[in-house]
DNA sequence: TTCGTTCATCGAACCGCTTCGATTTCGAAC
DNA sequence: GTTCGAAATCGAAGCGGTTCGATGAACGAA
């Protein structure tokens, strides 16, 4: 019932404490011998040494931190797994805290974040952060921004190129014929949604005769797609968008189920070009051309980089990956 | 740059370290007047108390520890959502280990619980986990199973019936004329998935007339449900089964569209049950019939349980919430 | 004035482990 | 048989908090 602390195992293996540490930490400081029977006492009693004594005085955690927006968005599971691969490649684990789009949340976890000193913070910020962030630089704990970029250009960072990819979504309904384009996407505040927005627009710009209208919702259920579908589809032919770029699958997929439930023909009427390429896009009733984000490689990268500085072997440039996103045409924007 | 100590902080109000100590955590116990220039100096300072030295001392560590199969999985994350609700409310925080399938990383995690101390755990099993479990007993440590419940009886758990959710799914396949049934599986080491079709066969029983064909896939993606539904609809009509009972949503929408794409009408030549309830199983092409596990909820539940047993606040009798899972019916099984 | 009480504050031990410097052991060289 | 150096082992000092018993201050009663 009692923990098993250091001492017997010392005691059982009939040496020192400090022998004790050494052979399982540094085995090449003790004979042979005794890292034998230390070994083997620890096992049979089932020595587990405390986290937190041996942090207390090694200051070292061998932890990450990371906080996503939500972790229920398989997009973002994706991104944490990645995370983990790189990490426990390094023998670190991975502390995730998930913001559920709060931001006090998000402030609590980077606090944590310090309380238990991990040793590097991947961060996914929903919220505005600065002052948190800069605090934990001024701890020596370095940070990695993850699926968004400084503004301030002292953060290195693993990202998407947002305005590339809403240009790749709108240049493809343009390229099929497409003239008035909408794009539907929840909450202006959200950079990424943002960016994609302007990358629309910029395509749309340089397209005379199209237009593009900006439509926002409240959150990025499939259930407010179908919604959104629905009154689109009660607008008259005429006053309808042809084209409809997204800033999420799920917003996507439900919007192309409220059209056709009201008649309205995808892709012959509207096409409807998706956001982030997830597993259900390509088996939705009408498969969804979408813009693909490789999410788990990015978490992969992101906690490399913040491995590498943590290590101090990274230069000290500030390395700003940006990945480019990629378009997979499906039917919901190419009639068969 | 250098961590800000309780030493700073009684420095900086002029007090002695035990005095800020209390002033923070025990504020009853310390003069307004001082409790007030503690709080004031810690924060111009920005301290937070380390946790592992906060930990070795009081012996607490306010963490729970949770094992999920899969994160990526929304039932999981879900679960988790439920979890993190419960503790946080409780004042305590939830370790997640993600055990992406495999049972040497689920039982890292068990050790990784005790190492940090973790006050209870909640474990959805993967694999056979009895010693690991039995040992965590053994330190005081509190578990409650997830998604599973205890075949020795000795721990308490929340679960859903499969037996019956299986049976719920084949006995309205049977109930809308299907005779010659499938189910279709994956890993059937999985004991969820081996009582669901447990279930299944019971119903197929109870009808004279009726067969139950089990089938096996490797991995539950929707891409081997996509893959197995083409299969399907390369048999002749007769030797087809006329109604398939799946074990998830993934796999139950890629069968569907795999059917369709091959041909195969659905439900009229083949109707399709999903297990989940997933937020795709509405608005799939041919919106899906699913039983539905509110994941959620389990996960709340689960983890008020074990807070109750941590605090002692339990009865000796130990709980097994069992949900009853509920089918919701949509046209993958009814023509309209 | 002295003493007893109460309440606020402080000093120091301690949680379990790592690590550094000190001590012991042992074989080789003299 | 000594002496010396290297290697193996050990003792003890913390890491940063919490907590308990001790100390001191303030005040009313004798």
Chains 1, 2 share one sequence.
């Not at 684990?93 to 949340?105: A, P, T």
Request: charged share 25%.
């Amino acid at each position: 019932m009692k923990r098993v602390g250091i001492r017997d195992v010392a005691e059982r293996a009939g040496v020192s404490i400090s022998t004790v540490s050494n052979a399982l930490n540094r085995p090449h400081m003790v004979s042979e011998r005794l890292v034998d029977r230390v070994r083997s006492a620890a096992d049979q009693l089932g020595y587990v040494p405390l986290q937190a004594a041996q942090q207390l005085r090694a200051g070292r955690s061998g932890l990450l931190g990371m906080t996503v927006i939500n972790i229920a968005n398989p997009f973002f599971g994706d991104m944490v797994a990645g995370a983990e691969d790189a990490a426990s490649a390094a023998g670190m684990r991975v502390l995730v805290g998930n913001s559920s789009d709060d931001v006090g949340k998000e402030r609590d976890h980077l606090e944590l974040f310090e309380r238990v000193q991990v040793e590097g913070a991947l961060v996914s910020p929903f919220g505005p952060l600065e002052p948190w962030l800069q605090r934990l630089r001024g701890r020596g704990i370095p940070v990695v921004l993850v699926d968004a970029i400084d503004d301030t250009g002292e953060l290195p960072s693993v990202s998407f190129d947002d305005v590339a990819g809403g240009r790749l979504a709108a240049e493809h309904l343009l390229s099929t014929g497409r003239r008035r384009l909408a794009f539907v996407g929840a909450r202006e505040e959200v950079r990424q949604v943002r960016e994609r927005l302007q990358g629309a627009r910029l395509a749309v710009a340089a397209h005379p005769g199209a237009s593009l209208e900006p439509i926002w919702t409240e959150r990025t259920t499939s259930e407010l797609g179908v919604a959104f579908g629905e009154q689109v589809a009660a607008r008259s032919p005429a006053d309808r968008p042809d084209g409809i770029v997204t800033s999420n699958d799920h917003l996507a997929i439900g919007l192309v189920h409220g059209l056709i439930s009201r008649g309205v023909r995808v892709p012959d009427d509207v096409a409807v070009v998706g956001y982030d390429d997830i597993e259900f896009a390509a088996i939705a009733g009408v498969p969804l051309t979408s813009v693909r984000q490789p999410a788990r490689e990015m978490g992969r990268t992101a906690a490399e980089l913040l491995l590498a500085r943590i290590g101090g072997t990274a230069g000290a440039d500030l390395g700003n990956v940006v990945y480019r996103p990629e378009l997979i045409v499906r039917a919901s924007t190419m009639s068969t």
